[in-house]
């Protein structure tokens, strides 16, 4: 072996734990002696920093491999690039470090998550069994560790298992005989194993894996990947064999795939059940593998879009829907769903029966509102056939996929949604200055998402942190062709900062559902909102009896000793939306306030500041005004 220190780089820990270093020479490995049918892949292997010794300069090849390591193997046989780390680590980074796997391990294991070399429940499993986490005192089988191997190198399951010859070979489920099968045949295993045997319940040697991460880089670099381009004429997958046929002009390709093959939709992950005939798909593929194909599919790009078109709706209609629009293709940004350039406008009339979707939802043509985004298709007569609708303004209902990489630029964070009808939509997260969205941060893969959305937008960038409640003046009031209400923008009080928010259906103002009513510039409004939609507005414009106050007031807690109510008596009040009606003011009256401890308040005969609504009969507190100009809402 070279005689020079070798050290292990940061993300070649995967192989040993990091207190591990490269020795000058492993004086327990040797190319005469006791392992030296291991010497030459060892001393090759830690040449290349692919695996490492001990400070004491052994390589201990007794030693049992623990599933960390065995990961961190995998990850540099599959050569990940670094956003593809970056994007597993965000999808499954949490989840890892909750199930207490070694820091060093968490991209390993994340890309092997996402490439289906081992499943969630397989390592909440080896969690249970004590094979993850620091002092860790199991090991995986031999018989899983081979079934790792052979899903990291794209290598399916051979149904033909006469090549094993291994004495014990009845022990192995079908399933791990069919990989081992397929790696005997590229190589990595051999056919017949330590003493005839294959022993797939023991645990394996360092010195064999050793064996096995040579022969497993040695395949992967005599397999040469090519790239082809064609439109799926037929897609079968039958008693286990998985199978697609493409025609590009003249040619055809015929392509295995299995459970490493990965596929994906306009830059969206997806499964097999996906591929469809006459889809335009790019196929990467591993040549002269498989059985009666060109070879066994690595990577497979599903390119045609789901419709033809895309653009807004500028009017709806009985049967027909008038649209701009341009063609969809993959230059379309859903990063810019709110503001797609347009360059023509039609009025488009419905085929019978049309496929008409709202965020995987069937609808009729009357839930379509102007504005709303479309994605659409026109037969050969040019009626609209299916049109997928996200509205401006609307609310998803479905399972997070993936969560995806974060544009710091635009402040957007990239997820995944399956939606009602399973199919799976894109959609961007809006965060703050902090690249945070306290909302959402919490959400992992498999949860369930419930939100509001603005086209494929989630959350508002000015309402990201605001609370339940916001009181201020109206700045703007936004309306539709039809004069029904949008949207509105408001000063809040306290801080002179503006908020936006959208008016909906949902929406009740002064009391209603279909307010008929208008807003003015500078009236006060209490707002209460669910993120960025109003749920309720209340407006004052100094014509009614209710008035909105602000008021100094002095804490007396002397009608109540509960600690949840605090009592004040107003010194001074001055009314901020009209006169005062004709009677004196607020002066000497009393009122409470409830939901925070009267520890909040520092003592007695304290002086506060409040903003009130107020009548002849009652004081209702909107917000309370601190000395260092922050505040609080009292009304939740």
Same mark, same amino acid.
């Given at each position: 072996?070279?005689?020079?220190?070798?050290?292990?780089?940061?993300?070649?820990?995967?192989?040993?734990?990091?207190?591990?270093?490269?020795?000058?020479?492993?004086?327990?490995?040797?190319?005469?002696?006791?392992?030296?049918?291991?010497?030459?892949?060892?001393?090759?292997?830690?040449?290349?920093?692919?695996?490492?010794?001990?400070?004491?300069?052994?390589?201990?090849?007794?030693?049992?491999?623990?599933?960390?390591?065995?990961?961190?193997?995998?990850?540099?046989?599959?050569?990940?690039?670094?956003?593809?780390?970056?994007?597993?680590?965000?999808?499954?980074?949490?989840?890892?470090?909750?199930?207490?796997?070694?820091?060093?391990?968490?991209?390993?294991?994340?890309?092997?998550?996402?490439?289906?070399?081992?499943?969630?429940?397989?390592?909440?499993?080896?969690?249970?069994?004590?094979?993850?986490?620091?002092?860790?005192?199991?090991?995986?089988?031999?018989?899983?560790?081979?079934?790792?191997?052979?899903?990291?190198?794209?290598?399916?399951?051979?149904?033909?298992?006469?090549?094993?010859?291994?004495?014990?070979?009845?022990?192995?489920?079908?399933?791990?005989?069919?990989?081992?099968?397929?790696?005997?045949?590229?190589?990595?295993?051999?056919?017949?194993?330590?003493?005839?045997?294959?022993?797939?319940?023991?645990?394996?040697?360092?010195?064999?894996?050793?064996?096995?991460?040579?022969?497993?880089?040695?395949?992967?670099?005599?397999?040469?990947?090519?790239?082809?381009?064609?439109?799926?004429?037929?897609?079968?997958?039958?008693?286990?064999?998985?199978?697609?046929?493409?025609?590009?002009?003249?040619?055809?390709?015929?392509?295995?795939?299995?459970?490493?093959?990965?596929?994906?939709?306009?830059?969206?992950?997806?499964?097999?059940?996906?591929?469809?005939?006459?889809?335009?798909?790019?196929?990467?593929?591993?040549?002269?593998?498989?059985?009666?194909?060109?070879?066994? /599919?690595?990577?497979?790009?599903? $390119?045609? *879009? @789901? %419709?033809?078109?895309? &653009?807004?709706? !500028? #009017? +709806?209609?009985?049967?027909?829907?008038?649209?701009?629009?341009?063609?969809?293709?993959?230059?379309?940004?859903?990063?810019?769903?709110?503001?797609?350039?347009?360059?023509?406008?039609?009025?488009?009339?419905?085929?019978?029966?049309?496929?008409?979707?709202?965020?995987?939802?069937?609808?009729?043509?009357?839930?379509?509102?102007?504005?709303?985004?479309?994605?659409?298709?026109?037969? /050969?007569?040019?009626?609209?056939? $299916?049109? *997928? @609708? %996200?509205?401006?303004? &609307?609310?998803? !209902? #479905? +399972?997070?996929?993936?969560?995806?990489?974060?544009?710091?630029?635009?402040?957007?964070?990239?997820?995944?949604?399956?939606?009602?009808?399973?199919?799976?939509?894109?959609?961007?997260?809006?965060?703050?200055?902090?690249?945070?969205?306290?909302?959402?941060?919490?959400?992992?893969?498999?949860?369930?998402?419930?939100?509001?959305?603005?086209?494929?937008?989630?959350?508002?960038?000015?309402?990201?942190?605001?609370?339940?409640?916001?009181?201020? %003046?109206?700045?703007?009031?936004?309306?539709?062709?039809?004069?029904?209400?949008?949207?509105?923008?408001?000063?809040?009080?306290?801080?002179?900062?503006?908020?936006?928010?959208?008016?909906?259906?949902?929406?009740?103002?002064?009391?209603?559902?279909?307010?008929?009513?208008?807003?003015?510039?500078?009236?006060?409004?209490?707002?209460?909102?669910?993120?960025?939609?109003?749920?309720?507005?209340?407006?004052?414009?100094?014509?009614?009896?209710?008035?909105?106050?602000?008021?100094?007031?002095?804490? %007396?807690?002397?009608?109540?000793?509960?600690?949840?109510?605090?009592?004040?008596?107003?010194?001074?009040?001055?009314?901020?939306?009209?006169?005062?009606?004709?009677?004196?003011?607020?002066?000497?009256?009393?009122?409470?306030?409830?939901?925070?401890?009267?520890?909040?308040?520092?003592?007695?005969?304290?002086?506060?500041?409040?903003?009130?609504?107020?009548?002849?009969?009652?004081?209702?507190?909107?917000?309370?005004?601190?000395?260092?100009?922050?505040?609080?809402?009292?009304?939740?």
């Amino acid at each position: 072996m070279k005689k020079s220190k070798r050290f292990l780089a940061l993300s070649l820990a995967v192989a040993m734990l990091p207190t591990y270093s490269f020795a000058k020479q492993f004086s327990d490995v040797a190319p005469t002696g006791t392992y030296k049918w291991a010497y030459s892949a060892i001393d090759e292997l830690s040449n290349k920093n692919i695996i490492a010794g001990f400070n004491d300069g052994t390589y201990k090849p007794e030693n049992l491999v623990s599933l960390p390591q065995t990961l961190s193997l995998l990850k540099g046989i599959m050569n990940p690039t670094s956003e593809e780390v970056t994007k597993a680590t965000n999808t499954y980074g949490k989840d890892l470090i909750n199930l207490g796997l070694d820091t060093w391990a968490i991209d390993a294991a994340a890309i092997c998550l996402q490439n289906n070399v081992i499943t969630m429940g397989q390592l909440q499993s080896a969690k249970k069994y004590d094979q993850i986490g620091p002092g860790s005192k199991s090991y995986p089988a031999r018989e899983d560790i081979a079934v790792f191997y052979a899903k990291a190198l794209g290598l399916g399951k051979n149904s033909d298992v006469s090549n094993l010859k291994h004495k014990d070979i009845s022990d192995l489920a079908i399933e791990k005989k069919e990989y081992l099968s397929s790696l005997v045949k590229a190589g990595i295993f051999a056919a017949t194993g330590s003493n005839g045997n294959f022993n797939g319940r023991n645990a394996i040697r360092r010195a064999e894996i050793a064996i096995i991460t040579k022969a497993a880089y040695d395949y992967k670099s005599k397999v040469q990947v090519a790239t082809a381009k064609g439109n799926v004429i037929l897609a079968s997958s039958t008693n286990n064999l998985n199978r697609f046929i493409i025609k590009d002009g003249n040619s055809t390709m015929g392509f295995e795939y299995n459970g490493s093959t990965k596929f994906t939709i306009n830059g969206t992950s997806a499964d097999a059940t996906k591929l469809k005939e006459g889809q335009e798909v790019e196929v990467k593929y591993q040549k002269g593998l498989g059985e009666g194909v060109h070879g066994i /599919a690595i990577e497979v790009t599903i $390119k045609d *879009v @789901v %419709t033809q078109y895309v &653009g807004y709706v !500028s #009017g +709806v209609y009985s049967n027909q829907v008038k649209v701009k629009y341009t063609n969809n293709n993959s230059s379309i940004d859903l990063k810019a769903s709110d503001s797609i350039s347009t360059s023509k406008e039609s009025t488009l009339t419905l085929t019978t029966n049309p496929d008409i979707t709202i965020l995987g939802i069937p609808n009729p043509l009357s839930n379509v509102k102007e504005g709303d985004m479309v994605e659409f298709n026109l037969d /050969a007569q040019g009626y609209l056939t $299916k049109m *997928v @609708v %996200t509205p401006k303004n &609307g609310q998803i !209902s #479905g +399972v997070l996929k993936e969560i995806g990489s974060v544009d710091a630029y635009k402040l957007l964070k990239e997820i995944t949604v399956t939606l009602k009808d399973g199919k799976d939509y894109k959609f961007y997260v809006r965060l703050d200055n902090n690249l945070k969205n306290t909302k959402l941060d919490s959400l992992k893969v498999g949860n369930t998402i419930n939100e509001y959305t603005n086209y494929r937008f989630i959350g508002n960038k000015s309402n990201i942190n605001f609370g339940n409640v916001a009181f201020g %003046t109206i700045k703007n009031v936004n309306y539709d062709t039809r004069r029904n209400l949008t949207g509105i923008t408001i000063e809040e009080y306290a801080t002179g900062n503006r908020y936006d928010y959208i008016i909906n259906n949902n929406t009740t103002v002064n009391g209603s559902y279909n307010y008929n009513g208008s807003f003015y510039t500078g009236s006060y409004v209490l707002i209460e909102n669910n993120g960025n939609y109003a749920s309720r507005i209340t407006s004052y414009n100094g014509n009614s009896y209710e008035g909105v106050y602000y008021v100094e007031a002095y804490y %007396t807690d002397q009608l109540s000793s509960q600690n949840d109510i605090s009592n004040f008596r107003i010194d001074y009040s001055r009314r901020l939306d009209g006169k005062d009606f004709g009677y004196n003011g607020l002066k000497d009256s009393n009122f409470k306030v409830t939901g925070i401890n009267s520890q909040y308040f520092r003592s007695y005969n304290t002086k506060y500041t409040f903003v009130v609504l107020a009548n002849g009969n009652y004081i209702s507190p909107i917000m309370l005004l601190n000395d260092n100009r922050t505040y609080d809402y009292l009304k939740k």
